[in-house]
């Protein structure tokens, strides 16, 4: 009688932080308490990750679930809460597993994310962000923390509100747009382009291929630029408190600027060419490079 009581307690405590939904059952709701700054981690395959902040502590799902979809795993840990979209292990059964989750978290929660073919979106979260997808679409607000995106196909939007943070973003070939970022931030992308508006930026650090970069907007005294392409255009408009000591090199490709100062050649016999000059007192640094991009610097 005691081991089997002592199974029955077992069991209900598993119960209790965790919740699942069969494959009979096309919804998933579940609230669980939660911590106001704890970890939330959300993983899906396939469909869409929606998640907002509220003043709440707690953590509140919603699913709407394909055929394809076996359950989903809720655990919840003091500090921490995991969210899974489980598909059933067995081969040819992937198809129609898509999983629509809607989930509410404290708003000072810290956020990780993973999805495969998931659309990512995240709004209201004060916490840092971990956030990353193959081939869905990425979107989310950046608050005063830390961010880090990362995707393979899909697009990222990331919308700042001027409030300083590092943000690391990378992808292969979707395009990727910041509006107000401010803080530090740097930027690797294969072949998708990229756009960004600064709001006072204390470092900015670009690469791509074949991709065009352009970032227009303020930088912060002592600022430090440091942006190279392969074969993509880079463009910088952005005046800093102080000015910058600026430095454009390029293999083959055109360098220009606003400055109404002209590129010089960097060898009397082969070719590359080159820009070097300070504006303002020059507390800041800018370096801009390519092989065959072009390369245009203003701070206007």
């Known amino acids: 009688m005691r081991t089997v009581s002592t199974t029955v307690v077992w069991m209900a405590l598993c119960m209790s932080a965790t919740g699942t939904a069969s494959a009979d059952d096309r919804t998933f709701d579940r609230q669980v308490a939660a911590e106001p700054k704890g970890i939330v981690d959300i993983s899906n395959v396939a469909g869409s990750i929606e998640v907002s902040g509220w003043d709440r502590n707690e953590v509140s799902v919603h699913g709407e679930l394909g055929d394809g979809v076996e359950r989903v795993d809720m655990i919840s840990q003091p500090g921490h809460t995991s969210i899974k979209v489980v598909l059933p292990n067995t081969p040819g059964r992937h198809r129609g597993g898509d999983a629509d989750l809607k989930v509410q978290i404290p708003q ?14 995240a709004k209201n979260v004060q916490g840092a962000q971990r956030l990353q997808s193959v081939s869905g679409e990425v979107s989310a607000e950046l608050a005063g923390a ?19 943070a590092g943000v690391h973003v990378s992808t292969v070939s979707g395009d990727v747009r910041i509006e107000h970022a401010a803080g530090d931030l740097e930027v690797s992308t294969v072949s998708g382009e990229v756009k960004g508006s600064l709001d006072g930026a204390h470092s900015l650090r670009a690469r791509s291929t074949s991709g065009d970069v352009t970032f227009v907007g303020k930088l912060t005294r002592n600022v430090t630029v440091d942006v190279e392409s392969v074969s993509g255009e880079l463009t910088l408009k952005a005046a800093a408190d102080g000015g910058y000591a600026y430095e454009l090199t390029s293999f083959s490709g055109d360098i220009d600027n606003c400055f109404g100062v002209q590129a010089q050649r960097s060898s009397q016999y082969g070719p590359g060419s080159s820009l070097r000059g300070t504006r303002g007192d020059g507390s800041g640094h800018v370096h801009m490079r390519s092989m065959s991009g072009e390369l245009m610097l203003c701070d206007k």
């Open 146 to 164: 830390d961010a880090e995106v990362k995707n393979v196909s899909g697009d990222i939007t990331l919308q700042g509100h001027g409030q300083p």
């Open 108 to 121: 000072g929660s810290e956020l990780d994310v993973s999805a495969v073919s998931a659309d990512v979106r």
